[in-house]
Antibody, heavy 118, light 112 residues
C-alpha cells in the first residue's frame, strides 16, 4: 500500500527557515515524480513545486523561486522541501504527493504537516 | 497561469439525488498528440488530504465508486455524482496538470 508521511512542521518565527520531509513507502519511489502542495487554513490547494523521478528536474511556483527548494534522496525514499524567509502567509498544511510522470494527476497524497509562522 | 473556476461554490442536495459540479479552464487542456484532457478531480473530506477521483477528465481513479463520473473537454468539465450518499460530503476540486504551475479550482462544498 502506498504511504506518504510528512514531518517537520511546527511553529516557526517569521524570517526563519524550515525543512519538511516526506517518507515514501509501498511503491518504487525512484520511478515517480513528487510534488509539494499547501493549503492555508480554510482555503484551497496551491501547488508549490515538483521534482523528477531522478531528482534532476525541478519546477517551482513563481512566487517560490529563490525561497523554496525541493530535493529528494531516492536511496532513503525521502522527499524534502526547504522554505526560507518564512512569512505569515506561509502558514498552511503542507502535503507531499506523487505523480506517475511530469504531466499526470496527483494520485496519492500524504496526510500533511502543519506549518505555523508566527 | 491557467485559472480554474468552479461553479457553484457550494451545493446542497438530498440523499440519492444527483450533484453536478462544473469547472472552467482559462486555457485549452486538451493535448491532441495523445488525445487527453489534462484535468483531474479530487475529493477532500474534513481533516483529510485530497483523494483522486477522476483523471484525464473522465477516468475514475482506483477504488472510486462508479457513482462518480467526469466529462467534458478542452475548457469545460463536469463532475457528476449520481445518487449522492452521506459519505460524499466533502469539498471537490478540479485540477489542471497541462502546464506548470499546476493549478486548482477554488473548491465546491457539497452538503446534504
Amino acid at each position: 500500500e502506498v504511504h506518504l508521511v510528512e514531518s517537520g512542521g511546527g511553529l516557526v518565527q517569521p524570517g526563519k527557515s524550515l525543512r519538511l520531509s516526506c517518507r515514501a513507502s509501498g511503491f518504487t519511489f525512484s520511478r515517480y515524480w513528487m510534488h509539494w502542495i499547501r493549503q492555508a487554513p480554510g482555503k484551497g490547494l496551491v501547488w508549490l513545486a515538483r521534482i523528477s523521478a531522478d531528482g534532476n528536474k525541478k519546477t517551482y511556483i513563481d512566487s517560490g523561486t529563490g525561497r523554496f527548494t525541493i530535493f529528494r534522496d531516492n536511496a532513503d525514499n525521502m522527499l524534502y522541501f526547504e522554505m526560507h524567509y518564512l512569512r505569515d502567509e506561509d502558514t498552511a498544511v503542507y502535503f507531499c504527493a506523487r505523480s506517475s510522470s511530469a504531466w499526470a494527476s496527483l494520485d496519492h497524497w500524504g496526510q500533511g504537516t502543519l506549518v505555523t509562522v508566527s | 497561469d491557467i485559472v480554474m473556476t468552479q461553479s457553484p461554490d457550494s451545493l446542497a442536495v438530498s440523499l440519492g439525488e444527483r450533484a453536478t459540479i462544473d469547472c472552467k479552464s482559462s486555457q485549452n487542456l486538451f493535448y491532441s498528440s495523445d488525445n487527453n484532457n489534462y484535468l483531474a478531480w479530487y475529493q477532500q473530506k474534513q481533516g483529510q488530504p485530497p483523494r483522486l477521483l477522476v483523471e484525464w477528465a473522465s477516468t475514475r481513479g482506483s477504488g472510486v465508486p462508479d457513482r462518480f463520473s467526469g466529462s467534458g473537454s478542452e475548457t469545460d468539465f463536469t463532475l457528476t455524482i449520481t445518487s449522492v450518499q452521506a459519505e460524499d460530503v466533502a469539498v471537490y476540486y478540479c485540477h489542471q496538470f497541462y502546464d506548470t504551475p499546476y493549478t486548482f479550482g477554488q473548491g465546491t462544498t457539497l452538503e446534504i
